[in-house]
């Protein structure tokens, strides 16, 4: 039997859960459950760092992709003046945002598309170089005509503990990753998920969920605000 009232579950990374936790704290009902966990792969992000300079746009797909290459710099003593040159893009709102608290402009970041969205406004600037800071998991094919190298600067690792559906009205999945984690981890069956609505953060994610849930809404912009909105049925 479902509990009453409007249980969300958010799946999230092992490293945003406390911060997501302090974000979202007036938010009773919203549980934050780490799914995946990840491993970073800190010689793909120095190499960012050494081929950031040459480029003349820069993709961060992922907050925690901003983070690495943040930390890298600070580590090697070089400041954010290395990218300055470059058009800077950001693969969704809360990538946008960390960028920006580390005082680098945003060129621009789409709505909800992610990665897509940004290659789909490459195809229509001039060709140059393209480096690419995201994880393991991007499989979009590049845009043609430019110089493209891809960093697979972490993956994600999974961590989801055991999972009781019954306790949870919607789930929120911001990637494909946590949706991963949770179809493998879970030995839950279809009966158990048929009133849950899974909300989506991408279009990739969403086509996934379609597969599993009968209640799927993509999230309306790449947030986990709007996501959680959308869970409590706003």
């Known amino acids: 039997m479902r509990r009453a ?20 704290k007036g938010i009773k009902e919203v549980k934050f459950l780490p799914a995946i966990k990840f491993n970073d792969d800190y010689d793909a992000i120095r190499e960012a760092v050494s081929l950031a300079g040459y480029a003349e746009y820069i993709i961060f797909g992922s907050k925690h992709s901003v983070r690495l290459f943040m930390e890298e710099l600070r580590k090697q003593g070089l400041k954010q003046d290395l990218i300055s040159k470059a058009k800077v893009f950001a693969a969704g709102k809360a990538t946008k945002k960390e960028l920006e608290e580390n005082k680098v402009q945003v060129y621009y970041a789409p709505r909800s598309e992610g990665i ?42 999974r961590c989801l503990q055991k999972f009781n559906a019954s306790d949870y009205d919607a789930i929120v999945f ?15 069956s279809i009966d158990e998920v048929k009133g ?39």
């Not at 911001?174 to 839950?188: G, K, M, N, Q, Y």
């Open 196 to 234: 849950i609505k899974a909300v989506c953060i991408g279009s990739k994610t969403y086509a996934k969920a379609k597969m599993v849930f009968s209640r799927t809404e993509l999230c309306s912009e790449n947030s986990i605000e709007q996501a959680i909105a959308q869970a409590r049925g706003g």
């Open 174 to 188: 911001p990637s494909t990753a946590e949706l991963d984690a949770f179809v493998e981890s879970s030995d839950i």
């Open 5 to 24: 009232g409007n249980n969300i579950a958010v799946l999230c990374s092992e490293e945003d859960k406390n911060s997501l936790e302090l974000h979202f």
């Open 116 to 157: 897509s969205g940004i290659f789909e406004k490459l195809q229509s600037m001039e060709h140059g170089a393209v480096v690419e800071i995201s994880s393991s998991t991007g499989t979009v094919e590049t845009p043609s005509g430019f110089m493209y190298v891809r960093i697979k600067a972490y993956s994600a690792v």
